[in-house]
C-alpha cells in the first residue's frame, strides 16, 4: 500500500515546479513517519526565498522517499532557500538515524513490495531475474512536477537501466 502523506498533493503544483527526492537508506516506521511529517510541516510553512513565502508541499511516499516541491510560477526558490532545505534535512537525518541522500540503492517493486538493491550489484540482479524489463523501478532522478507526475515509476527498460537488457 502506498503511504503518502502531505498537506497539498505534488500533483496539484504547476508541472515547471521544482521537486526534491530524497531517498531514505531503509525504511521508516509510522511513528518516524509522524515525526518527519511534523517537522516536514513546520519546515514548509516557514520556508521562505528571500523573505517571501514559498508555495511548497511534500510527500513521504513508500516509506522510503522525502519529496519536497516549491511552485516557482508562486515564488521562486533561491539558492539560500534550497540550502536551507538541504541543512534542515541533515539535520532530521541525525535525529532519525537516516540518510537522506542514499544513492547507493536503487529501489524497485516486487510483487508489490518496494524492495532495494546496490547500484553495484545491479548487473547480476538483472542475470538472476530480480530485475527483469518490466520491473517497476522509482526514479529518484527528477527536477520538476511534470517529470515526477510522468518519471516517477517506471518500467526498468524505460530507465538508464535499459543498457542492462541487451
Known amino acids: 500500500m502506498e503511504n503518502q502523506i502531505s498537506a497539498v498533493a505534488i500533483e496539484s503544483l504547476s508541472d515547471s515546479s521544482r521537486v526534491w527526492v530524497y531517498q531514505m537508506d531503509r525504511s521508516i516506521d509510522e511513528s518516524e513517519v509522524n515525526l518527519l511529517s511534523e517537522l516536514m510541516d513546520e519546515f514548509i510553512a516557514n520556508w521562505k526565498a528571500h523573505g517571501k513565502p514559498l508555495r511548497a508541499t511534500f510527500q513521504i511516499i513508500e ?5 519536497v516541491a516549491a511552485d516557482e510560477d508562486y515564488h521562486a526558490a533561491s539558492g539560500c532557500s534550497i540550502d536551507a532545505s538541504v541543512h534542515f534535512i541533515e539535520e532530521i537525518g541525525k535525529k532519525l538515524n537516516l540518510n537522506f541522500f ?22 547480476s540482479a538483472v542475470a538472476d531475474g530480480l530485475i527483469k524489463k518490466d520491473t517497476i523501478i ?20 524505460n530507465s538508464w537501466l535499459q543498457r542492462y537488457f541487451s
Request: aromatic residues 10%; glycine residues 6%; proline residues 0%.
Open 63 to 67: 516509506n522510503r522517499f522525502l519529496v
Open 102 to 123: 542514499d544513492r547507493q540503492h536503487l529501489i524497485f517493486l516486487n510483487g508489490g513490495e518496494t524492495k532495494q538493491v546496490k547500484i553495484s550489484e545491479l548487473k
Open 138 to 157: 522509482y526514479n529518484s532522478m527528477l527536477s520538476t512536477v511534470g517529470d515526477f507526475k510522468q518519471k516517477w515509476k517506471v518500467a526498468a527498460k
